[in-house]
């Protein structure tokens, strides 16, 4: 299907920022980026789309609430940091859409609650609930109370992959993914100036996960492995899923006009 037709048909959407969006590289929370993220995604709104928004960020900001420059390596104080995080930064998203006269709700998740038959429902209603009442669900994973353990019983593993089962619970048309890269490249653009950038993906293949590498930053926990098999759970659900650069939150404007923008992961 033509790109610009495909994301014409695109009505319910679920929008992932990761914390290279939200908190600077000098560990200072972006109150510019959240601000227009804020104001983009009730744009969304106001022209009839349905917006769902996963965001990481809770312990880069909790790591500066606490001024720590390097996160904490037991899993106890990321959960202390996260908690402390994730308070604030709710709070900065409902001033910021409040802002814009829209509102919003937390919802907190934990790997069980989507494995459990009733909660998972539960999940489904909350989500249809809110969207019908015309707010934005902000989705985070629950850090503070989530374990990593070796079966990860109660742990998504990173926000990439949350934001790919929110889109299949709540039956999205497309996940839109902001990261601190524009898409997809045949190699690390950092490093390879010749890179070249893949606009369509309709198969994750065995070559590109190898050259996707798997160091996310260092406030966050998702690279580049972590974005491609969140893309490849995402194809085998029947839905899209575009990876483009989170500068600038402007930018979902362009993608839902069918602009060439990021890289767009879909097999019809």
Do not use: W
Not at 59 to 75: A, F, N, Q, S, Y
Not at 76 to 87: D, E, M, R, T
Not at 123 to 142: H, R
Request: with cysteine.
């Amino acid at each position: 299907m033509e790109r610009k037709k495909l994301l014409k048909e695109s009505k319910r959407l679920v929008i992932k920022v990761g914390t290279s969006s939200l908190v600077l590289p000098n560990t200072e929370i972006n109150l510019r980026a959240i601000d227009q993220l804020a104001f983009t995604l009730t744009s969304l709104r106001q022209l009839g789309y349905e917006v769902i928004l996963v965001s990481s960020g809770a312990i880069g900001v909790g790591m500066k609430l606490l001024g720590l420059d390097k996160r904490p390596e037991t899993i106890a104080k990321q959960q202390a940091v996260a908690a402390i995080g994730q308070s604030e930064l709710i709070k900065i998203y409902t001033q910021r859409f409040a802002a814009y006269y829209q509102q919003s709700a937390q919802v907190l998740l934990t790997r069980d609650v989507i494995d459990f038959p009733t909660s998972r429902q539960n999940v489904i209603n909350t989500f249809e609930e809110l969207l019908n009442m015309g707010v934005i669900p902000i989705v985070n994973e629950n850090d503070s109370v989530s374990v990593d353990e070796l079966d990860h019983l109660t742990k998504f593993g990173d926000n990439d992959q949350l934001s790919a089962i929110v889109c299949s619970l709540a039956q999205a048309d497309l996940l839109l993914m902001l990261s601190d890269i524009d898409g997809f490249y045949d190699d690390n653009p950092q490093t390879n100036p010749e890179a070249q950038l893949f606009s369509h993906i309709s198969e994750i293949t065995d070559v590109m996960e190898m050259a996707a590498g798997d160091k996310g930053s260092e406030f966050g926990t998702g690279g580049m492995a972590s974005k491609l098999k969140a893309a490849k759970r995402v194809l085998d659900n029947q839905s899209q899923m575009i990876l483009a650069s989170g500068k600038d939150p402007a930018i979902l404007f362009d993608i839902l006009e069918g602009k060439t923008v990021g890289t767009l992961f879909s097999n019809m």
